[in-house]
């Protein structure tokens, strides 16, 4: 019996993130509170795509935008064919900056489609969807955080993907300066070297498992386990400017750390209900005041829910 759509729109909402986090390279991945708003609704016929906020200049409205094609993965799934599609994107994630445009679009699309199905959820749990979103991502550290928020722990075994959520203390919060120039992923991981040494591997190895116990309950640690010896220097080419911010802000003392693929710099700090006496020498406030000329700076709380509906 073929599976029933549901009557009228339904709205999700889906967070950035940020991965990598210093030396968790495509493993580490933290939701934080900014968030895409998607609205689709099955419809008689034909698609219809709207586009309003970042990037709404440059991403198609046919078949080929990220949304429409990850929802239809999930149709495809499913073996169901909505006859028309009408589909409404708002978003605030900036775009090729390190934030997880492409996995917000991509895990929004994919649990946008599945609640329109009837019984969706039922069919296709969120493990399933994690499946489908870092098979399309290539790797789940961002898809990770997007679908089930705070801070995860992703990574693969052979044919599947998992993720393990891990806790954050609720002191931390972070600072995020945007540059108004984009970086693709493409160019950033095209200046990877294709070995590391044994002892840089080593030394990333041991920050990365500091990095997980610091978020949770050590914050206090968290400017040496951001220490990253695998991939941000190397990078320094495609992203001058953020090197050199990331480099000032950790010579005074700040966990700062290039957020994925870059450009975006994040900042961790402590948030402003209860802040950390002797971890940072300066609050989120007098961070946000020292953004560069012509970037965005944003005081962004760790976003505990990932992808949601909206009523």
């Known amino acids: 019996m073929p599976h029933r759509f ?11 993130t940020s991965a990598n986090l210093g030396p968790g390279f495509d493993a580490l ?5 900014l968030r895409d708003e998607l609205e689709a609704e099955v419809i008689g016929n034909g698609l219809h795509v709207e586009v309003c906020g970042a990037g709404a200049s440059d991403v198609p409205r046919d078949e080929s935008h990220l949304v429409v094609r990850s929802m239809q993965r999930v149709f495809e799934t499913l073996r169901v064919d909505p ?5 409404r994107c708002e978003n605030r994630i900036p775009h090729c900056r390190g934030l997880g445009s492409s996995s917000a679009a991509i895990v929004g699309g994919l649990f946008l489609a599945r609640e329109l199905v009837t019984g969706g959820r ?4 969120d493990d399933a969807l994690l499946q489908l979103a ?6 789940p550290d961002n898809v990770a955080p997007a679908l089930y928020g705070g801070f995860v722990i992703a990574g693969r075994e052979g044919d599947d ?12 919060s972070a600072v995020v300066f945007i540059p108004a120039a984009p970086v693709s992923t493409e160019l950033a991981r095209e200046l990877l070297p294709v070995q590391v040494t044994h002892c840089d591997a080593a030394a990333n190895a041991g920050r990365a498992a500091l990095l997980v116990a610091a978020l949770a309950s050590r914050p206090e640690h968290l400017h040496v386990a951001t220490r990253d010896f695998l991939h941000q220097e190397q990078r320094a080419a495609a992203m001058p400017e953020t090197l050199d911010l990331v480099r000032t802000l950790r010579s005074e003392g700040h966990p700062a750390i290039v957020s994925g693929a870059g450009p975006t710099v994040l900042v961790f700090t402590d ?9 940072a020498a300066v609050g989120a406030g007098d961070l946000v005041s020292r953004c560069p000329e012509g970037w965005t700076a944003l005081h962004v709380q760790i976003e505990q829910d990932g992808v949601r509906v909206e009523t």
């Open 6 to 16: 549901v009557e009228g729109p339904v709205r999700v909402s889906v967070p950035a």
């Open 29 to 33: 991945g933290l939701a934080v509170s």
């Open 83 to 87: 006859p028309g599609l009408s589909l």
């Open 122 to 125: 039922l069919l296709l749990d």
């Open 134 to 139: 870092a098979d399309m991502e290539g790797h």
């Open 161 to 172: 993907f998992y993720a393990v959520p891990s806790a954050v203390d609720p002191r931390i």
């Open 271 to 279: 948030a402003p209900v209860a802040p950390l006496p002797g971890w």
